[in-house]
Each structure stands twice: as structure tokens, then as C-alpha cells.
């Protein structure tokens, strides 16, 4: 009975203790000022209009301009990092086709004519092109993703979903910002916008980008450049109209153009394939079919290289867009038309040795 009153006692004593650590609780949280107390509105447009991200049954994920900046991306590719459920692969190495998957929907291949299950917008102009997803970031308002199908509003290639990538737009009041980063191996990167009025009707915004270094790649063939580089310049420029109260029109026009010399491959020779698994190992200690070893040929550090072919990419892209919007009485009429014409060059060495075996 001793026992059984003690036990009693014990659980009084460890409920008074519950109740009094909630009441301490609930009063702490009654001190939190009114300003900790409201939530950043985000304002996304996944339904192809203006809504708050709290009114959108869809699982989607925004990452604001400011924190993409915050996270220093350099590439559109980058963001796979924060988001959920979000994939980025490059199925042959650096500068090559960026493929998107979504809850595990993707396209698992290289080539470069495909279109992928998950598709990728800027503005609302939908990125045909697989190379054309890896784009270089810069003056972005946000970035959404919206995972599962989404066929009703952006067709039926978005089979696992979209990333939407929306730009900072002119602005009637006088802004802008301007950042330079400087790193090892020369890397050196601009960034800046102006935007503001022009007339009563008129605004207009220019975005710069310069992203250039020496590559930290070396590569002991002294015809051949250094890897590893960053070589990209971009302008965008848009002209806002706004003739009367219930017409808007949104001119846009961008060019960039990236000329490095990529990662180059490591070269580790494989095993022959296993019998079973049908699947090859790597050797650190094996040779190619021309008998190269990078360990024997004294190119035992990971950032050297012997290659007998340049990891080349040349790109160029120009991109213009209008977006028109006319309101009526019941509902908005929106047209948006867009061009983008890209050409491109990649080169590379796949067995990353001075012999020409692929």
C-alpha cells in the first residue's frame, strides 16, 4: 500500500510540474510581439494569376529573389539545393543538358533533342530547348516549383511538374542595386539592375551579369587550356506600357552568351563488367584499352589532367517575349508571344586521356 501511495504522489507531483511548464509556455508565447507574429505574404502566380501562396492548393515552393541572392546561385540549376523533392542532373558532366526530375518523373537521358516530363518557364515562356534549362541567375523576383501534373494550366509535358522562374520587373519609382564578388582564380562576377519611370506611361528596367575566371582545372597538354572556367555575359532589358487604366503591355529582350572550357572527365579505367551484375567498377590501378594509367603518367591529383580534347562550350541565346493584358468587364484577356533562338557548341573529351579511345 506504501508503494502504491508513493506512486500516487509521484504522478500528482509530475502533472503539476506538466500543467505549470504549459502555463509558462502559453504566457511566453502571449509576450511574442504583434511584429514576430506576422508572416512574409508571397505572392505567387502558379495558377497563371496573381494569388497569395496560402490560397494555392498546389504543393509548390517559392524562393524569393533575395534569397537566391542570399544562397549566391550562379546557375538555374542551383536551386535544386533548397527545394524539396527537386533533382538537378547533368547526365554527361558540367555544361552539358540539365535534367529535371520532380518526385522521382524525369527524363533519364542525354540527349539534347528531348523534351523533359518536368518542364521549365521563364515568365511564362516555356524553355523547349533541355540545354537551355541551365541559365544563368540574375536579377530574379522569384522562383516557384510546383510539383505533380500539372497539364490543366501549362500542358501535358509537365507530367511531374514545372520550376517557374519569374524576373524583377520595371518599377515606377527610381531602384536598382549593383554587387561585384571577387574569389581565387580571378573569379570575378558583376551583377546589377536600374529600373524607373521613363514617362507617365512608360517604365523600364536593364539587367547586367559578368561572371568570369581562370579555370582550376590544369591540364599537362600545352595545347590545351585550363578547366573549370566561368565565362558568361548577359543584358535584359524590358519596357513596361501602361497606355490606360485597363490595358498593360510588357516588352522583354535578352541575349547572353557563355564561352568556357569546362570540367575535363578524371580518368579512372573500369574493371571489366561483372558477370552477374553485368555493371564495371571503377580501377585506380587498371589501364585503358591504350594502357593509360593517370597514377603511372604522374597525374595522380584530382585537379590534373592529361586530355587530348578541349572541354569546350560556346553558347549563344537571344530571347524577346510580349506579354499583352486587356481587361474587360467579367475577365482578363492576356496574350503572350515569345521567340528564342539558341546556338551551341560542346566538345569533350570522354576518356580524359591523351589517347584518342573516345
Given at each position: 500500500?506504501?508503494a502504491?501511495?508513493?506512486?500516487?504522489?509521484?504522478?500528482?507531483?509530475f502533472?503539476?510540474v506538466?500543467?505549470?511548464?504549459?502555463l509558462?509556455?502559453t504566457s511566453?508565447?502571449g509576450?511574442v510581439?504583434?511584429?514576430?507574429?506576422?508572416?512574409?505574404?508571397?505572392?505567387?502566380?502558379?495558377?497563371?494569376?496573381?494569388?497569395?501562396?496560402?490560397?494555392?492548393?498546389?504543393?509548390i515552393?517559392?524562393?524569393?529573389?533575395?534569397?537566391?541572392l542570399?544562397?549566391?546561385?550562379?546557375?538555374?540549376?542551383?536551386i535544386?539545393?533548397?527545394?524539396p523533392?527537386?533533382q538537378v542532373?547533368?547526365?554527361?558532366?558540367?555544361?552539358s543538358s540539365?535534367n529535371?526530375?520532380?518526385?522521382?518523373?524525369?527524363?533519364?537521358?542525354?540527349?539534347?533533342g528531348?523534351?523533359?516530363?518536368?518542364?521549365a518557364y521563364?515568365?511564362?515562356?516555356?524553355l523547349?530547348a533541355?540545354p537551355?534549362?541551365?541559365?544563368?541567375l540574375?536579377?530574379?523576383?522569384?522562383?516557384?516549383?510546383?510539383?505533380?501534373?500539372q497539364?490543366?494550366?501549362?500542358?501535358r509535358?509537365?507530367?511531374?511538374?514545372?520550376?517557374?522562374?519569374?524576373?524583377?520587373?520595371?518599377?515606377?519609382e527610381?531602384?536598382g542595386?549593383?554587387s561585384?564578388?571577387y574569389?581565387s582564380f580571378?573569379?570575378?562576377k558583376?551583377?546589377?539592375?536600374?529600373?524607373?519611370g521613363?514617362?507617365d506611361?512608360?517604365s523600364?528596367?536593364?539587367?547586367?551579369?559578368s561572371?568570369?575566371?581562370?579555370?582550376?582545372?590544369?591540364?599537362?597538354?600545352?595545347?590545351?587550356?585550363?578547366?573549370?572556367?566561368?565565362g558568361?555575359?548577359?543584358?535584359?532589358?524590358?519596357l513596361f506600357?501602361?497606355?490606360s487604366d485597363?490595358?498593360?503591355?510588357?516588352?522583354?529582350?535578352?541575349?547572353?552568351?557563355?564561352?568556357?572550357?569546362?570540367?575535363?572527365y578524371?580518368?579512372?579505367?573500369?574493371?571489366s563488367?561483372d558477370?552477374?551484375?553485368g555493371?564495371?567498377?571503377?580501377d585506380?590501378?587498371?589501364?585503358?584499352l591504350?594502357?593509360?594509367?593517370?597514377?603511372?603518367?604522374?597525374?595522380?591529383?584530382?585537379?590534373i589532367?592529361?586530355?587530348?580534347?578541349?572541354?569546350?562550350l560556346k553558347?549563344?541565346?537571344?530571347?524577346?517575349?510580349?506579354?499583352?493584358?486587356?481587361?474587360?468587364?467579367?475577365?482578363?484577356?492576356?496574350s503572350?508571344?515569345?521567340?528564342l533562338?539558341m546556338?551551341r557548341?560542346?566538345?569533350?573529351?570522354?576518356?580524359?586521356?591523351?589517347?584518342?579511345v573516345?
Amino acid at each position: 500500500m506504501k508503494a502504491l501511495e508513493n506512486i500516487r504522489r509521484i504522478s500528482r507531483l509530475f502533472a503539476s510540474v506538466v500543467i505549470a511548464s504549459f502555463l509558462w509556455t502559453t504566457s511566453s508565447f502571449g509576450q511574442v510581439s504583434e511584429e514576430q507574429q506576422i508572416l512574409e505574404e508571397i505572392i505567387v502566380t502558379a495558377q497563371k494569376r496573381e494569388q497569395r501562396l496560402q490560397d494555392v492548393n498546389v504543393s509548390i515552393t517559392a524562393l524569393s529573389g533575395d534569397s537566391i541572392l542570399e544562397f549566391d546561385f550562379d546557375r538555374a540549376i542551383e536551386i535544386a539545393s533548397q527545394i524539396p523533392n527537386l533533382q538537378v542532373t547533368t547526365s554527361y558532366g558540367s555544361g552539358s543538358s540539365a535534367n529535371v526530375i520532380i518526385r522521382g518523373i524525369g527524363l533519364n537521358d542525354f540527349g539534347e533533342g528531348h523534351e523533359s516530363p518536368v518542364t521549365a518557364y521563364i515568365d511564362e515562356f516555356y524553355l523547349v530547348a533541355v540545354p537551355a534549362v541551365d541559365f544563368s541567375l540574375y536579377d530574379l523576383e522569384r522562383v516557384e516549383v510546383l510539383r505533380g501534373p500539372q497539364g490543366t494550366l501549362f500542358g501535358r509535358n509537365s507530367t511531374g511538374g514545372l520550376v517557374h522562374y519569374v524576373t524583377a520587373k520595371p518599377t515606377r519609382e527610381t531602384s536598382g542595386y549593383f554587387s561585384v564578388e571577387y574569389a581565387s582564380f580571378s573569379e570575378t562576377k558583376v551583377e546589377g539592375a536600374v529600373s524607373g519611370g521613363l514617362s507617365d506611361t512608360v517604365s523600364g528596367r536593364v539587367s547586367v551579369l559578368s561572371h568570369q575566371s581562370d579555370g582550376y582545372v590544369q591540364n599537362i597538354n600545352p595545347d590545351f587550356e585550363a578547366g573549370g572556367e566561368a565565362g558568361t555575359n548577359a543584358v535584359r532589358a524590358q519596357l513596361f506600357f501602361e497606355p490606360s487604366d485597363d490595358v498593360r503591355v510588357l516588352l522583354k529582350g535578352e541575349y547572353s552568351t557563355i564561352d568556357t572550357i569546362q570540367n575535363y572527365y578524371e580518368a579512372i579505367p573500369l574493371n571489366s563488367p561483372d558477370p552477374v551484375t553485368g555493371l564495371y567498377s571503377t580501377d585506380p590501378n587498371g589501364v585503358d584499352l591504350a594502357g593509360y594509367n593517370q597514377n603511372n603518367f604522374g597525374v595522380s591529383a584530382r585537379n590534373i589532367t592529361d586530355s587530348d580534347f578541349p572541354a569546350l562550350l560556346k553558347q549563344d541565346g537571344q530571347h524577346a517575349s510580349l506579354r499583352i493584358e486587356k481587361d474587360f468587364d467579367h475577365f482578363t484577356f492576356v496574350s503572350l508571344t515569345g521567340y528564342l533562338d539558341m546556338d551551341r557548341e560542346l566538345s569533350e573529351d570522354c576518356d580524359a586521356t591523351p589517347n584518342s579511345v573516345c
